[in-house]
């Protein structure tokens, strides 16, 4: 098991190393409003920027640029910022944070807000340290905080909140056919903050469009992906039966088949490179394997496993993307009938032209849970067909029996197709 575990860290390790960030087309605004075309070096912040790192060709050589040097900056049809320099209170919501001051205390900062929603009321976020704070304004009024303070009572022991935002979102957006009643509820979550101005953008224009639309990943199915994997399997069964004292154990390599549905959850940041998976899957195969010239074991051998794991997906163009992923798993071994693992064991009915005895064994005791890991490289065509070769190595002991030992290695070749 420990050779698995190295492998496991090996694998992240590698992983991490080719977490490639992509220098994609964008534009830069500076100081004196001239618009450059160029290519911004793509790196997934999970944090907003103070700096970008761009070239104004494929060729050319690597600049940074400061905040203090531009007014905005955009990937294009991905995601946009502004440079704004005003008040921000930075109260955090984590229990360990929080303090009885209930009242936000304003700084005055220079920092990029990422453009959410734009239009007749604009909605703008800054992030850092896996907090969001929300901006906006209205009729081209100058962007202001939008507030909500987690605060501990004054005998600290319970915590309390002040929804400030809904109170200013109700004074600034009034339009007759929003129900303003829905502010009592509304969240400080990007996706309910995201819809509100939307709705109040169409309220006020029924012909209204966000440009961000494509951009945004404010929907929870975005990130949900559910991939069907049939595929093929070449199995090396290694195994020793105790109850009869063979010299060296048994071996069968065997196709069979496997099929599994994965619902792969994006991370939403590290430009969306890395995704967890979680696949259910079932394989089966029958074996037929040799001890020794006079001795073989024949079955069937079925594991309905579980396993889940770590994606990283390098996309090569808009069409093709390449991937790299490692799981553990669990799995219960299964026969058709659902007792056991079925295995017989027969020795020669025949020697030196006298028929002997007939020695036959099942055994089909309780099941037990089985660990695997698995190491994967594929390809994927247009964010909807893909094929893998998987390597999967199942711990030593398959059947776990008190008269079986083996171990169980296997190469998968699987087709996947993407639902959604």
């Known amino acids: 098991m420990k050779k698995k575990y190295f492998a496991f860290v090996f694998l992240l390790s590698f992983i991490y190393a080719n977490s490639q960030s992509k220098f994609e087309k964008g534009y830069i605004i500076d100081n004196k409003n001239k618009k450059t075309e160029c290519l911004i ?3 997934g912040w999970s944090d907003t920027p103070y700096e970008i790192i761009y070239k104004s060709s494929e060729g050319a050589t690597e600049k940074t640029l400061s905040i203090d040097d531009m007014k905005e900056f955009s990937l294009i049809g991905q995601s946009k910022f502004i440079r704004y320099t005003g008040k921000i209170e930075r ?13 936000p205390k304003f700084n005055v900062e220079t920092i990029f807000l990422e453009e959410v929603i734009s239009g007749t009321a604009s909605l703008y976020v800054y992030r850092f340290e896996e907090i969001n704070k929300f901006f906006f304004s209205a009729f081209e009024t100058p962007i202001e905080p939008l507030v909500k303070i987690t605060y501990l009572n004054t005998s600290r022991t319970t915590y309390k909140e ?13 339009c007759d056919d929003l ?26 224009n029924p012909d209204y469009v966000n440009e961000n639309e494509n951009h945004m990943k404010t929907k929870f199915m975005d990130y949900i992906h559910l991939n069907i994997l049939p595929g ?6 290694r195994l020793q039966n105790l109850r ?5 154990a048994g071996t069968a390599n065997e196709f069979g088949y496997r099929i599994g549905a994965e619902i792969e959850a994006v991370i939403p940041y590290f430009n969306y490179s890395y995704s967890v998976i979680l696949e259910p899957k079932y394989s089966s195969f029958s074996y037929k394997g040799y001890f020794d010239e006079a001795s073989y074991f024949s079955g069937t051998y079925s594991i309905f496993e579980v396993s889940i794991g770590l994606r990283y997906k390098y996309r090569a163009n808009e069409k093709s993307a390449f991937f790299i992923n490692g799981n553990y798993g669990f799995g219960f071994p299964s026969t058709q009938n659902s007792d056991g693992v079925s295995t017989k064991l027969y020795r020669d009915s025949f020697f030196n032209g006298v028929r002997t005895e007939n020695l036959q064994y099942t055994d089909n005791e309780h099941k037990t849970a089985l660990g695997s890991f698995e190491i994967g490289l594929g390809y994927k065509f247009k964010e909807k067909y893909s094929i893998e070769l998987r390597f999967t190595a199942v711990e030593t002991d398959v059947l776990n029996r008190n008269l079986w030992t083996g171990s169980l290695a ?10 959604f």
């Not at 939307?198 to 309220?203: A, F, R, S």
């Not at 093929?232 to 069964?237: A, E, G, I, K």
């Open 41 to 43: 070096l793509n790196q």
């Open 91 to 103: 109260s955090k919501k984590e229990i360990d944070d929080l303090t009885t001051e209930n009242k």
């Open 162 to 174: 002040n929804n400030m935002y809904r109170q200013q979102l109700f004074n600034s957006l009034k």
């Open 179 to 204: 129900k303003t009643n829905r502010l009592e509820w509304l969240k400080y979550e990007s996706k309910d903050l995201a819809k509100y101005f939307e709705k109040y953008n169409v309220c006020i």
């Open 232 to 237: 093929v399997t070449y199995n090396q069964l």
């Open 244 to 248: 009869y004292n063979f010299n060296d």
């Open 410 to 419: 296997r190469q998968n070749l699987i087709f996947g197709y993407t639902l």
